[in-house]
């Protein structure tokens, strides 16, 4: 999984395998905190270069999915497969590596640096220049850090933050920090994109924009994952949908498939309601 | 950071005229040893702003980095006859080693836990100088460490001494500043905003924090090394734990994440004391006054509270400037 022969100013590398082939894959997919069964045996597959909806009622087990597929935790039971190998356990920065990049419920941004150097810290993995090349700064550290600061440019652009390289991130408004957060993942060049609730605290335009970014994420090849509150933008983008609740996986489909079931009506609304949208459905 | 042009040499060419018309014009012995003195505090802090001001991990036990690069060196020269400049890769060597053990289990800790991991490091490294009396000499100190010389002849003057200390100086400026503006500075940078974060952009921070207190304790050696050969007598008092809170001091006093702070610093630690001897037994008092003002007029320190605000202003006047064009 290298990406050396890729231009580093280019758009990210596709996805080798055969398109429409699953990049990711969980298998009975466990995890338990303090005998608390936050998943139970969840498994589904994410076809590549697909948007793929992660939804659930508060406390599902969202973002507990979100930190084992990113290696922040290691699964109790089950298999995370990323392209046909177990991932799961493997540190955060070796998956970072290997092309899974995620943003965070709450932005976690560098604050002090500024928009563009947060995009090139995006860079690390795909970059090489250590303390050595640094001190003697040859030409091909030089060369690296001009591209690197070419392709977060690049990234700035491509998110709509072009005139904001300079300012320090913790000054940018809050829609523009999720904006940065994703181009700092971006920059990684990953293969999967996690996003984690990236509308929270939006507004409608900026939710909009959002939803048309995505797309445009997914247009360069990118597989993503999405967990999302926001149901108009969930089944806008997403070409599939999972819905957990309280740890278990209880529905997959279509975005169409999933607003009529059932299941996921009564999960949402309480069982009472659920009823009735039945005889609706049918 | 987007071209190395003139703005950025400004400042070397201001350190440089400095240092060498103070250089040239000072006659006495007494001052260029307190000129030397600044220069040594200036590469601890520079040493300590590495990983404090940037990396965000503080250490309370830095003297003893200091101290392994002064004793090892002056065991070496003076006990087993080794040219000094062949005991200073030694000495570095010691201090890195040092750190790479110590600093393993150590900087798995954080905030208030690391600062108390790195004091008991200190006090254990100052014991040993101590309590270690058949190598360091005790508390009595450590006497009869040779000069440095070069080609055979001793650097005899304080003048040539003064010079060496600086040029050592200028280069770990010119080191520290490349490392930062460097992908393993912005990556430094990152740990000390949200270590999480930076975990999960694919930043390997426990590797990188540990080299970086490794690269700082060798700096700190190199600065010992320094300090024995100019002074010839070493005792364990110099590298006790209040040094080690002197420095952290000289960091924050001239502002965290600035080199030229840590320069600022450490002048004006160093020459505080020797000013206030005038104000004879309140010297402590007043020195904690200047402290305390600092503190809570410029918290960011003195270069990055002047800096913030002209950075701040540049950028309003940029913004202004924008729809114009």
Avoid at chain 1, 105 to 132: D, H, I, K, P
Avoid at chain 1, 210 to 237: A, C, K, P, Q
Avoid at chain 2, 176 to 205: C, F, K, N, W, Y
Wanted: with cysteine.
């Amino acid at each position: 999984m290298r990406f050396a022969d890729d231009n580093p100013n280019g758009p990210p590398a596709r996805p080798t395998d055969s398109p429409g082939g699953p990049l990711l894959r969980l298998e009975g997919v466990s995890k338990t905190f303090g005998g608390v069964q936050a998943l139970k045996d969840i498994s589904f597959e994410v076809p590549s270069g697909t948007v793929m909806g992660l939804i659930g009622p508060n406390g599902a087990g969202k973002t507990t999915l979100f930190n084992l597929i990113s290696g922040i935790f290691a699964p109790d039971g089950g298999r995370i497969l990323y392209g046909g190998t177990d991932i799961g356990g493997r540190p955060t920065h070796r998956l970072v590596a290997d092309g899974i990049a995620r943003t965070f419920q709450n932005v976690e941004l560098f604050e002090s640096l500024t928009a563009a150097e947060n995009v090139m810290v995006g860079q690390y993995v795909r970059t090489r220049c250590g303390f050595w090349g640094a001190w003697l700064r040859g030409p091909g550290a030089r060369r690296e850090e001009r591209d690197s600061q070419a392709a977060a440019a690049e990234w700035l652009r491509f998110v709509g933050l072009a005139g904001e390289a300079r300012t320090p991130s913790g000054e940018l408004p809050f829609g523009w920090q999720r904006l940065l957060e994703i181009a700092r993942a971006l920059a990684s060049r990953p293969r999967l994109l996690l996003l984690d609730e990236p509308a929270a605290g939006l507004n409608a335009v900026e939710t909009e924009q959002l939803g048309r970014l995505i797309l445009e994420i997914r247009g360069r090849g990118i597989t993503i994952l999405l967990v999302e509150h926001d149901m108009s933008l969930t089944m806008e983008v997403c070409d599939r949908i999972v819905v957990l609740d309280r740890g278990e996986k209880l529905a997959e489909g279509t975005p169409r498939e999933i607003q009529t079931n059932v299941d996921v009506l009564s999960a949402y609304l309480g069982p009472d309601v659920g009823a009735p949208s039945r005889q609706q459905a049918r | 950071m987007v071209r190395p042009s003139l703005h950025n040499l400004v400042p070397y060419a201001f350190f440089v005229v400095l240092v060498g018309s103070a250089g040239l014009w000072v006659d006495n012995p007494y001052y260029f040893q307190i000129l030397s003195m600044i220069g040594i505090h200036a590469l601890l802090a520079l040493a300590l702003n590495l990983l404090m001001g940037y990396a965000g991990q503080i250490s309370l036990g830095h003297a003893a980095f200091y101290g392994i690069g002064a004793y090892a060196s002056a065991l070496l020269s003076a006990r087993y006859g080794l040219s000094p400049w062949l005991a200073l890769p030694c000495a570095m060597l010691a201090a890195g080693l040092v750190a790479l053990v110590v600093g393993y289990p150590t900087l798995k800790l954080s905030g208030y836990y690391l600062g108390m991991g790195t004091l008991g490091i200190g006090m254990i490294v100052f014991i040993v100088f101590r309590e270690w009396s058949s190598v360091t000499g005790g508390a009595s100190g450590f006497v009869g460490i040779p000069p440095l010389g070069l080609g055979g002849r001793a650097l005899l003057d304080v003048r040539s001494y003064y010079f060496l200390v600086w040029a050592v100086v200028l280069l770990a400026l010119c080191g520290s500043q490349r490392l930062i503006r460097s992908r393993v500075g912005r990556a430094l940078r990152s740990i000390h905003d949200s270590e999480a974060a930076a975990r999960a952009v694919g930043i390997p921070t426990s590797r990188l924090k540990l080299q970086v207190f490794v690269l700082s304790a060798v700096m700190s050696a190199v600065a010992g090394f320094l300090y024995a050969h100019m002074v010839g007598f070493i005792s364990p008092d110099t590298f006790s734990f209040i040094v080690s809170v002197k420095l952290v001091t000289m960091v924050v006093i001239g502002g965290m994440a600035s080199i030229w702070g840590a320069l600022l610093g450490a002048a004006l630690l160093t020459l505080l004391p020797e000013v206030l001897h005038a104000f004879a037994e309140f010297e402590m008092v007043v020195y904690g006054l200047i402290l305390m003002t600092v503190m809570i007029f410029l918290p960011q320190g003195l270069t990055r509270g002047i800096l913030d605000i002209y950075a701040l202003r540049r950028r309003q006047s940029e913004r202004a400037a924008r729809p114009a064009d």
